[in-house]
């Protein structure tokens, strides 16, 4: 039931997989446009951009990750089958990552040359990203089941997931990776409870 | 004999209103309760609390294994039935459920395109195929024609036979031999 879960949220999350994509790459395009085109300046703030870029690109499906399986009573159906709401979120987080990380790790490499990226910053940045980006699913799942049903849950996700996301973007950022891991593994543990409790505490 | 269901001295609160208490149920293997009841009176919210979606604020609920249908298709609307279906289904051959309801035409058409009586149709075929001893079923003649109404009749039948046990909450008469809960009362 989990496997066949998480394919189904596979696929769901790759129907609209280029969105994120496609605003991560158009806000590196934009930061030249905004802060001129002066490759010193850009290559200096260009690893600071992508993290920003991939954090809104993580948030853009947030609505879409628990919601609509609450309102259709898919959340319910599982429940009813003796499925742990903790495994239906920790296969959520997995199903997310796999849908919009992948492919932003191999989108930073056009965003890089837009930013006039060196090729050892830009290493180092990939790698910064393959350590935080799963620690961002698990918040970004965590948040979209807190706010699922709510009323503008859109906006009060961002306002939720964008503080507590502060920790990935400083340490992945100043690319100290040992704590990027840490604060990782640390969302990936704790989500899955906050997310069974949110789903959980959400029926009425 | 061993209780598929069984409900001693339940009390429910819904949004700090008492919809029942001291509510007391029992299904054993081959029985049909209807619980009826007006509008408002609790009998969906009595389902969910059998399927374990709500908690009873007193009293204890034994279950086997159940199946729900209620208002939420729970399929994926842009796939077609028969993949939206199988999402759900473990051992039970999908074709065989979809040809109970009498929808195996329509097993390739998107979920989103299926009126409500087809929609409904589908939800009690991944009942029928989900292996569960307890049925609840939540106003089950809802958007159903004569001959989906006959064929949930029928089904109903052999999974009482076979020893299983039905739940369902409707406030119209039911087609078949129904035990009787009345709600709100």
């Known amino acids: 039931m989990i496997a066949k879960l998480m394919g189904r949220d596979m696929r769901r999350g790759c129907g609209g997989t280029w969105l994120p994509i496609a605003f991560f790459l158009l806000i590196a395009t934009l930061v030249p446009f905004a802060v001129g085109p002066d490759a010193k300046l850009l290559s200096r703030i260009a690893s600071g951009i992508l993290w920003i870029a991939a ?12 919601e609509p399986d609450r309102a259709d009573g898919v959340l319910d159906q599982l429940a009813i089958r003796g499925v742990a709401e903790e495994s239906v979120a920790l296969a959520k987080i997995i199903a997310h990552w796999l849908s919009f990380a992948p492919l932003l790790l191999i989108t930073a490499l056009p965003a890089s040359a837009l930013l006039a990226m060196g090729g050892k910053d830009l290493a180092r940045t990939e790698l910064a990203l393959a350590i935080g980006t799963p620690g961002l699913a698990a918040l970004a799942v965590a948040v979209a089941a807190v706010t699922a049903g709510l009323p503008r849950a859109g906006s009060l996700a961002g306002l939720l997931l964008l503080p507590l996301a502060v920790p990935l973007l400083i340490f992945g950022a100043a690319n100290a990776l040992l704590l990027e891991a840490a604060i990782s593994i640390l969302l990936l543990a704790g989500s899955p409870f906050v997310a069974a ?3 959980r505490a959400s029926r009425t | 004999m061993t209780s598929l269901l069984r409900f001693e001295g339940v009390a429910l609160r819904r949004g700090g209103r008492l919809l029942f208490e001291n509510l007391d149920l029992e299904l054993q293997p081959g029985d049909a309760l209807q619980v009826t009841g007006p509008n408002g009176s609790g009998k969906s919210s009595l389902l969910r609390l059998a399927a374990g979606l709500l908690q009873a604020e007193r009293g204890t609920v034994e279950r086997s294994p159940l199946a729900l249908a209620d208002d939420n298709l729970a399929l994926d609307r842009e796939r077609t039935l028969r993949k939206a279906l199988w999402q759900w289904l473990d051992h039970y051959p999908l074709d065989r459920a979809l040809e109970i309801m009498g929808i195996e035409h329509l097993a390739r058409v998107p979920v989103r395109l299926l009126s409500t009586g087809q929609a409904r149709k589908a939800a009690l075929a991944r009942v029928i195929g989900s292996d569960a001893s307890v049925w609840l079923l939540d106003e089950p003649l809802n958007g159903l024609d004569a001959d989906g109404a006959w064929r949930l009749e029928t089904v109903i039948g052999s999974h009482i036979k076979r020893g299983g046990a039905v739940l369902a ?3 119209q008469p039911l087609p078949g ?3 009787r809960l009345e ?3």
Not at chain 1, 58 to 66: D, Q, S
Request: hydrophobic residues 60%; positive net charge.
């Open chain 1, 55 to 66: 954090l809104t690109a993580a948030l853009l499906p947030i609505e879409r990750l628990v």
């Open chain 1, 197 to 199: 409790a949110a789903i």
């Open chain 2, 169 to 171: 909450a409707s406030h």
């Open chain 2, 177 to 179: 031999v129904w035990r």
């Open chain 2, 183 to 185: 709600l709100g009362t």
